[in-house]
């Protein structure tokens, strides 16, 4: 049974850093792409960054781009967000996912492909 569990949100100052990590198990992790969304309250879940499985071409939300990095260490079936000059708009529940194979990076992160597999979520809230 597939599982992925996020970590690593919480409180942070606005202009501040998180590193959210994915640790992942009961499914061949490399042949899966990777994909960070978000849910603020009140709005829809929308897509952050997602990862190629071949290639590791990334790509990211406007909104988010430059500030924010994702990443996987295949040995550890983990995949990882950093997440710099954090800004209060930045507010969210943080999900990570996995899609199998190589899907259209940004129909993955527009939500318009399924993912194969979801977390549950962590809470990460940019507040002074």
């Known amino acids: 049974q597939a599982q992925l569990v996020e970590s690593g949100g919480g409180l942070v100052q606005p202009g501040g850093s998180l590193r959210l990590s994915c640790a992942t198990s009961g499914f061949a992790f490399d042949y899966y792409s990777i994909g960070w969304f978000r849910q603020a309250p009140g709005k829809e879940r929308e897509g952050v960054a997602c990862?190629?499985?071949?290639?590791?071409?990334?790509y990211y939300a406007g909104s988010v781009k430059g500030r924010f990095t994702i990443s996987r260490d295949n040995a550890k079936n983990t995949m990882y967000l950093q997440m710099n000059s954090l800004k209060p708009e930045d507010t969210a529940v943080y999900y990570c996912?996995?899609?199998?194979?190589?899907?259209?990076?940004?129909?993955?992160?527009?939500?318009?492909?399924?993912?194969?597999?979801w977390g549950e979520g962590t809470l990460v809230t940019v507040s002074s």
């Open positions: 996912a996995a899609a199998f194979a190589s899907p259209p990076l940004q129909a993955m992160c527009a939500m318009t492909y399924d993912m194969n597999f």
């Open positions: 990862a190629n499985a071949a290639d590791a071409s990334a």
